[in-house]
């Protein structure tokens, strides 16, 4: 009886031994992986627990936490491959607004420097039928001026004709009229010896001369005037088509400019839109990288670390268990 209670004693003895350094062994596992952890408190509580508690309660607090551990790693990286897909999504529409905004800046520049030659384009042309209207105004004056000098010269050259002519009568009447007559009709010979008359006659026919370069003189400046007054409708006629013509361009460049207005507005408006969407964009950019930036950064080492938290656990539960981690 004696010896059976001393090897009852001794089997619980060794039995509390052994349980004893199982505890110790799975709280010695649970540390280093705290230690590993940064420190983690749940796993420093749990190693005090399995020094104190009975081992169910223990292991089915270990099958709680990698329980935990294992859906805190689902989440976190379900939210990391989230972030990435945001973060890039971001990117790739950022990139893509800011091509477009510099696309339809790139147009909308273009829009500017069009109207701007249209502007300078008007300009010229406005100058264009001021010059010519002046021209025209000029030239009319002139066409006036040499009107009236031209209707001077004929009525000069028409009172020289009337004179000679009173003149040339005068002396008809005084001198033989038949033979005047007949020199007027027939050439005079020329005189082969000094006769009374031939005086008088040499003057006639000098007046007969002037009369007839008179009227050469009103019959040149007639062709004159004609051809001047041809000369002048033409410039008219023609300046007034110039005129015409400037004044058809000056409408068709200010339809160029209403257009050209139009697209400026809605290219103005797009680049408005573009830069605000650009800045909700980077807002969203700043506010996901806010909400990502330390675990896309930390992923992979709280990833790891999880894993190793989540062995060590699995560990202790083998040394509770009765398995050898040597």
């Not at 090897?7 to 590993?36: C, D, M, N, P, Y």
């Not at 420097?113 to 406005?126: F, N, R, V, Y």
């Amino acid at each position: 009886m004696t010896r059976t209670y001393s090897f009852l004693q001794l089997s619980a003895g060794i039995v509390e031994e052994f349980v004893t350094s199982r505890r110790t062994q799975a709280a010695s596992v649970l540390r280093r992986a705290s230690a590993k952890a940064g420190g983690s408190p749940e796993l420093s509580m749990l190693a005090n627990s399995v020094e104190l508690d009975a081992f169910a309660r223990v292991k089915e607090a270990i099958d709680t936490m990698i329980a935990q551990l294992k859906t805190q790693q689902d989440d976190e990286t379900t939210k990391n491959d989230y972030c990435k897909q945001a973060l890039h999504e971001i990117e790739i529409g950022t990139t893509r607004m800011q091509n477009g905004k510099t696309d339809l800046e790139s147009r909308l520049t273009e829009v500017q420097s069009a109207l701007q030659q249209i502007e300078s384009d008007t300009e010229e042309l406005k100058a264009k039928i001021v010059s010519l209207q002046t021209n025209m105004e000029r030239a009319s004056e002139d066409r006036v001026g040499e009107s009236q000098q031209y209707q001077r010269a004929v009525a000069d050259q028409i009172v020289v004709q009337k004179v000679l002519k009173m003149a040339l009568k005068r002396l008809a009447t005084f001198y033989d009229g038949k033979a005047l007559l007949q020199q007027q009709q027939a050439p005079t010979p020329p005189p082969t010896s000094y006769k009374p008359n031939a005086g008088a006659r040499g003057v006639m026919q000098m007046m007969e001369k002037l009369i007839l370069e008179a009227q050469e003189l009103v019959a040149a400046a007639k062709k004159g005037e004609n051809e001047a007054q041809n000369a002048y409708v033409t410039f008219v006629h023609d300046t007034n088509a110039a005129v015409d013509a400037a004044m058809k361009e000056i409408f068709g460049r200010s339809q160029d400019k209403a257009r050209a207005r139009k697209a400026h507005t809605q290219l103005s408006a797009d680049v408005s839109d573009a830069t605000k969407e650009l800045e909700v964009l980077a807002a969203r950019s700043t506010a996901t990288h806010t909400e990502c930036d330390y675990l896309v950064n930390n992923f992979e080492a709280r990833h790891s670390g999880r894993l190793q938290e989540i062995e060590a656990l699995q560990q202790a539960k083998q040394v509770l268990s009765g398995a050898s981690l040597s």
